[in-house]
């Protein structure tokens, strides 16, 4: 070490907490239940220990998603107001750590995946993470006002994992819980786009706001609103949930749509505060854990 | 004719020493953790067997 003082300028090392912020913890918290609650819903049972490595691997590998999605997009964050902070833009970070860090993490968690569940599972974390790096944040985002549509898929992954890790193979329902997330995504996204399109602006990244403007993104928050309520209870009528899931899908799906039809029919005018569109993220987040938390319970206590 | 190039920052010794023993720790708090897990993974899948 006194070696290396006499040398210039020795960079700081990473603070762990700079590492950490570089998983997208609050990101990763909905990743960790849905994975959990996919898991908890499959039949059979699982060894706490296998449930709870498994859980982990599906964690980190998001955390490296996130890690990887923040490397290769430091330049872009560094122009929008509400990413300048992060340890990247913000400096504190160096990039080859954040690109080690992202890269390391991504391959312990598909061997974690791989040794304590199986390889399907352990396939499934793979393609999950590289759609989310190479497909969603170098191809899709930088390119296409359809980047929340298409790379959507990527959050929708983890439910089937969890599903996978418990059983070893495929159903119908993780499958309808892939299409909930993937539905939900558009008008949870855009709902956000609409409140920071300023910044999405600055950065150049062509969200549906910034591209098709304002009318068209609200115009379409209310479509995907409604094609994800019938997402969300189709597993009812389908057979593969009971009523239990089904109601609570029914009256939080109708209140989405309310809320999505407030925020699809309005105009803004100068100095708007733009409290529905916040109103239907905020609730958008909600919906998803008490929806996925209905899974689990109809399947625990099945009415 | 004003000099543009930001003063250099003093290297801070002491913070560096500071992150170099947090990250030391914590790697080995997830070290030893990693161990354990791998153990009770190795026994969970035994038992199932």
């Not at chain 1, 990887?68 to 504190?92: C, F, I, S, V």
Request: aromatic share 12%; net charge positive.
């Amino acid at each position: 070490m006194a070696q290396s003082l006499t040398h210039g300028e020795p960079a700081l090392p990473a603070d762990w907490r700079d590492l950490f912020a570089l998983t997208k913890p609050r990101v990763m918290s909905l990743v960790v239940f849905t994975a959990l609650c996919g898991l908890l819903a499959a039949p059979g049972s699982v060894h706490p220990v296998l449930a709870f490595s498994s859980i982990l691997a599906i964690a980190l590998g998001a955390g490296a998603s996130g890690a990887l999605n923040q490397w290769y997009e430091a330049g872009l964050d560094a122009k929008m107001k509400r990413t300048a902070g992060r340890p990247l833009p913000a400096g504190r970070l160096d990039p080859q750590t954040a690109l080690h860090f992202g890269v390391g993490l991504a391959a312990f968690s598909v061997f974690l995946m791989l040794f304590a569940a199986n390889w399907q599972a352990a396939l499934l974390l793979t393609i999950s993470i590289l759609f989310y790096v190479f497909v969603y944040t170098m191809w899709l985002k930088p390119r296409t006002p359809q980047n929340i549509v298409i790379g959507g898929a990527a959050g929708a992954f983890p439910p089937m994992i969890g599903w996978v890790a418990a059983t070893g193979s495929l159903a119908p329902l993780p499958v309808l819980l892939f299409l909930l997330i993937f539905l939900w995504t558009p008008p949870h996204f855009w709902a956000l786009a609409l409140f920071v399109r300023s910044d999405y602006a600055a950065a150049g990244i062509p969200m549906m706001p910034v591209v098709a403007g304002e009318t068209s993104t609200r115009r379409q928050i209310l479509v995907y609103s409604l094609i994800m309520a019938v997402g969300a209870i189709a597993p009812w009528p389908l057979g593969y949930t009971g009523s239990l899931y089904g109601w609570t899908a029914v009256v939080l799906s109708a209140v989405f749509v309310l809320l999505s039809i407030q925020v699809g029919t309005r105009t803004t005018g100068q100095d708007d505060r733009m409290q529905p569109e916040k109103r239907l993220f905020a609730y958008s987040i909600a919906y998803l854990f008490i929806l996925f938390g209905a899974v689990v319970a109809d399947h625990w206590w099945p009415l | 004719m004003t000099d543009e190039t930001p003063p250099e920052q003093p290297f801070d010794e002491a913070e560096y020493r500071r992150r170099q023993r947090s990250r030391a720790n914590l790697m080995g708090w997830m070290l030893g953790g990693l161990a354990l897990l791998f153990f009770f993974i190795t026994l969970a899948r035994m038992v199932g067997k």
